[in-house]
């Protein structure tokens, strides 16, 4: 069985998310996604609008995911890559490059973002301002 990983905060979940939960799902047959916790999302600088219980609820009613765990630190990706036995690791292209250490682990791919969409204009086409 050929295992994909990825990671991220997910909220406001939109066509972007899907769109890289799908295309990575399609690299591999078990998809396990790394969500971040309010409490890693603040080191993020980032604050979602829904409490990660409820993301990990909305994840894990998405055809393409498996299973979601939590994602508390920077460092934690090695060790999740080895515990889970991962064979692919994927992310969105604007993290092009940042995670190439993990070549030693496991394929490492970065796919292209979707354009025009993001939480950030969610929520500011919202007027809700990018820290409510
Ligand atoms: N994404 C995308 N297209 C968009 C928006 C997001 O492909 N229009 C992708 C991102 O590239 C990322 C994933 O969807 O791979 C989740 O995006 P975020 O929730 O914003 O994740 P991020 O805060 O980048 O978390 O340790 C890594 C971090 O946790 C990544």
Redesign the pocket.
């Known amino acids: 069985m050929k295992k994909v990983i990825?990671?991220?905060?997910?909220?406001l979940l939109?066509v972007?998310?899907i769109?890289?939960l799908r295309r990575a799902r399609e690299l591999g047959d078990y998809l396990l996604v790394v969500l971040?916790s309010d409490e890693?999302n603040a080191i993020?600088n980032?604050k979602a609008y829904h409490p990660y219980e409820d993301r990990k609820i909305i994840l894990e009613a998405i055809r393409y995911v498996d299973e979601v765990i939590p994602?508390y630190t920077?460092e934690q990706?090695i060790k999740d890559v080895q515990d889970n036995d991962i064979d692919v690791f994927v992310?969105?292209?604007?993290?092009k490059g940042k995670f190439d250490f993990l070549k030693d682990y496991c394929e490492v791919v970065y796919?292209p973002?979707?354009?025009g969409?993001?939480?950030t204009k969610i929520k500011e086409d919202l007027n809700l301002g990018k820290n409510s």
Do not use: A, P, Q, V
């Open positions: 990825t990671y991220g905060t997910f909220d939109h972007g998310h769109n890289l971040s890693f993020k980032k994602e920077w990706k992310m969105g292209d604007d993290w796919l973002r979707t354009e969409i993001s939480t």
